[in-house]
């Protein structure tokens, strides 16, 4: 059985970092992009940042671009989000996901991911 479950989110003040973490199981994502979403009360979920196969490329949505750093480990089958300068808008639900179509970084679409996270919840207070 296929899971991916993310870890990391917590409350934190206006400015502070969070580094946030996937675990992925049942099978290896070393072929494949993995991906980080994220959705805000009220909105949709939207793509966040993305990282090739190999870890050598990354790609990153303009919402949080300069302020985020995407990374796996695919040794350890993981996927991690560093934040950095935090702010209120960036409360929202944090999902991790994988497209089983896409090896290099580039942004996904939701209708494309096969597999998501439970999701982590990261509140930022102002």
């Known amino acids: 059985q296929v899971q991916l479950v993310e870890s990391g989110g917590g409350l934190v003040q206006a400015g502070d970092s969070l580094r946030l973490s996937c675990a992925a199981s049942?099978?290896?994502?070393?072929?494949?992009?993995m991906g980080w979403f994220r959705q805000r009360p009220g909105k949709e979920r939207e793509f966040v940042a993305s990282i090739s196969w190999s870890g050598m490329s990354t790609y990153y949505a303009d919402s949080m671009k300069g302020r985020i750093t995407i990374s796996r480990d695919n040794a350890k089958n993981m996927v991690y989000l560093q934040m950095n300068s935090l702010k209120p808008e960036d409360t929202a639900v944090y999902y991790c996901?994988?497209?089983?179509?896409?090896?290099?970084?580039?942004?996904?679409?939701?209708?494309?991911?096969?597999?998501w996270g439970q999701g982590t919840q990261v509140t930022v207070s102002s």
């Open positions: 049942g099978r290896t994502f070393s072929s494949f992009a």
């Open positions: 996901a994988v497209d089983l179509n896409k090896s290099t970084a580039q942004a996904m679409g939701r209708i494309s991911v096969d597999y």
